[in-house]
């Protein structure tokens, strides 16, 4: 019987031992592997193109600091000029989120870049385009023979004005093709230095809208879509699925901004370019933003570019584009 009392006692305490082992490895696996904040010291950097606009909206108001901060992460942002830099920054560790058009990430993919299609951002109709000066007597894509064109390498204005140039008969052996990124190419272009610009927007409105420029080719003529995209790490995504998932709901907070007060949105945007109200206002027309799951139809869209720029030798390899994307953050986001 004493034995039995032993016994019994003994299997409480191993009981009430295993269970604080139990209850202490939980609290061990939720804050980390010593105890502290699993996101202890982490920072996350959020790569975004061009001064102003929707990021700097949210960057003046610390929306992103604001959620992240909850966490113990640290916010910092870096500007970038095109998309090929940023996939760079984030094949070396340096980057952690961007938005960028079609051609950097099919490019990215392709140099084997570790990332994660998050949620797409342009629809990819009219945002990019081929603009010639107001006065120029270039008419079609044809005409381009012979001239100079400028276009940012890597960048989705360059799968546009290739895609352009082939349809239209022309081989890029055909035009001069001067590689420049905006801010290089907006002062050569006005100085009469390039004949046509195969860029994106704001360039294009901005250009067509003060009269410097008009429209020779859009995606919505051609039939060409160049969508635009949001991505991560995919390092980052893999470790960290909850704040993926939590950048793309203060990113939702900033478009709800954007929306609920377009008048502000417009005199803010045109005050930071120094140009008319109504000048942001086409550009919202022309480009608007949106974070939402991406669609099958885009990623078909987005193998045909893949399998194009393969055919002229622009990417070493042929890709697979759909294992490249995830719709299960933007999904969670929008819960």
Request: aromatic letters at 8%; proline letters at 4%.
């Given at each position: 019987m004493k034995q039995l009392r032993w016994l019994t006692a003994a299997i409480i305490v191993l009981a009430?031992?295993?269970?604080?082992?139990?209850?202490?490895?939980?609290?061990k696996s939720e804050k980390g592997g010593n105890g502290a904040n699993k996101y202890e010291g982490l920072k996350v950097t959020i790569g975004y193109q061009g001064s102003g606009g929707l990021f700097g909206k949210a960057i003046e108001e610390k929306w992103f600091e604001e959620e992240?901060?909850?966490?113990?992460?640290?916010?910092?942002?870096?500007?970038?000029?095109?998309?090929?830099?940023?996939?760079?920054?984030?094949?070396?560790?340096?980057?952690d989120f961007a938005g960028l058009g079609n051609m950097p990430i099919?490019?990215?993919?392709?140099?084997?870049?570790k990332f994660t299609v998050i949620s797409q951002a342009l629809e990819g109709k009219n945002n990019v385009a081929i603009i010639v000066p107001k006065n120029s007597d270039i008419q079609s894509i044809a005409d381009l023979k012979g001239k100079k064109v400028s276009v940012a390498k890597g960048s989705n204005a360059y799968n546009f004005l290739f895609r352009g140039i082939e349809g239209a008969g022309l081989k890029a052996s055909d035009l001069e093709i001067i590689q420049l990124q905006p801010d290089e190419a907006q002062p050569a272009f006005e100085s009469g230095k390039i004949d046509a610009w195969a860029t994106w927007d704001p360039n294009i409105t901005l250009n067509t809208l003060q009269d410097k420029a008009r429209v020779l080719a859009d995606g919505e003529q051609l039939g060409v879509l160049s969508p635009s995209f949001y991505i991560a790490r995919k390092q980052f995504a893999d470790d960290y699925p909850e704040l993926v998932t939590l950048y793309l709901k203060v990113l939702d907070k900033a478009l709800k901004w954007e929306n609920d007060n377009r008048d502000e949105a417009l005199e803010r945007y045109a005050a930071e370019r120094n140009v008319p109200a109504a000048l942001i206002e086409a550009i919202f027309t022309r480009s608007k933003s949106i974070s939402i799951p991406v669609t099958d139809e885009i990623i078909a869209e987005q193998q045909k570019t893949a399998d194009f720029q393969f055919e002229i030798k622009s990417i070493r390899k042929k890709i697979n584009v759909s294992e490249v994307f995830d719709n299960r953050f933007i999904e969670e986001a929008r819960k």
């Open positions: 009430v031992f295993i269970s604080g082992c139990a209850a202490a490895n939980t609290e992240f901060d909850k966490l113990g992460v640290k916010v910092e942002f870096a500007e970038f000029q095109s998309g090929p830099p940023m996939t760079e920054a984030m094949a070396s560790n340096r980057l099919i490019a990215a993919q392709a140099a084997d870049i």
